[in-house]
């Protein structure tokens, strides 16, 4: 027994269309369908809704001048 969950196209007069992987062998197969009370696009729509996170920001001022954030300046020649 496999479960797979994947989406499905319901059409307009009932019928359902699935992509299944390709080690599902052809023929006869017993399955069980879930149907979820509302469309995937109306889902997308409510996660677009949420309000963006709110990270807390703190500011320390701004670089000084003369910082230099080069390899050379900030390591010896060891490399340390």
Excluded: C
């Amino acid at each position: 027994m496999k479960t797979i969950e994947t989406i499905a196209t319901v059409t307009k007069d009932g019928k359902i269309t699935v992509q299944l992987p390709p080690d599902i062998p052809a023929g006869e197969h017993q399955v069980v369908i879930v149907i979820e009370d509302k469309p995937v696009a109306e889902k997308v729509a409510m996660k677009e809704k949420r309000p963006p996170f709110n990270f807390p920001v703190d500011h320390y001022g701004s670089w000084p001048e003369n910082l230099s954030l080069r390899r050379e300046d900030m390591y010896d020649d060891w490399g340390r």
